[in-house]
């Protein structure tokens, strides 16, 4: 990221940039949806805002034991094969969603996620990988298409290089907010939450309405991953720029978003 003397001092060392994975969890039933889910008022990033599950990769994604108990490990290399458990893992914990089959091939159900174990896992008191375990099932890697990435300027306390993945919702599962990270978890059209945080009814963040902008240009679940498919990825480093009016978030005008210039103001 190329920064300005207005972004950053020279003696001001920045954050250290994080590993992050999110899920743009779809659906078509009744209208074309995706899940979000609001952060509590007194979680330190992005309290209260409406938001897509995910959050950082711990070293547990990342545990080579994982190789048995999941579908496509040949298929991405070691940060994909990390980045994709922590994404599916975190939907676990927020939301109560497995994106895992069984040895048998047959779908997981809503009981493979209760509440207790979520917040088990969530606290680090049980490893994700013995639930799986348990489960006998396999994590579904493959089911993750690659839909963004972006990595937080240097201007916030705390930045992340976070992936975001598309993938169709299993229809034998309910969502649920964990009630700790989360406090509620709703289905909602793209543009519908677009209007609401427009309206000022919803907080939503720069990066999340970015990205709900671009999910709105699908007709329905599958085109939206098909559109992210047939992407080409483009890592979006917001730039710092001065105008007149002040400094800009701008972004790279490959990226998929079109030509946005968005005022430091609205995106603090």
Known sequence: MTETPENKSPDI????????????????????????????????????????????????????????????????????????????????????????????????????????????VDAGTTRFLDVICDLDARLDLAALTIFARWITPPLTPKRFDTWFYAVSAPAEQLAACDGRETVDAEWIAPREALRLAAAGERK?????????QLLAEAADAHDAVRRAAARTLVTVLPQIQQRPAGRVLVLPPDAGYGLVEESLENVM
């Open 13 to 120: 060392k920045s954050p250290e940039i994080k590993p992050a994975a999110t899920i743009l969890l779809l659906r078509d039933d009744p209208t074309f949806e995706v899940l979000m889910v609001k952060r509590h008022h007194q979680i330190d990033f992005a309290s209260g805002a409406l938001v897509f599950p995910g959050g950082k990769s711990h070293a547990g994604d990342h545990d080579p034991a994982w190789v048995d108990h999941v579908l496509g490990w040949e298929t991405y290399d070691a940060e994909q094969r990390g980045l994709r458990i922590a994404a599916i893992r975190e939907v676990f914990e927020e939301a109560g969603i497995l994106l895992a089959k069984r040895r048998d091939g047959q779908p997981m159900s809503g009981e493979a996620c209760p509440m207790d174990v979520r917040q088990a």
């Open 204 to 212: 939503v963040i720069f990066p999340t309405r970015m990205n709900l």
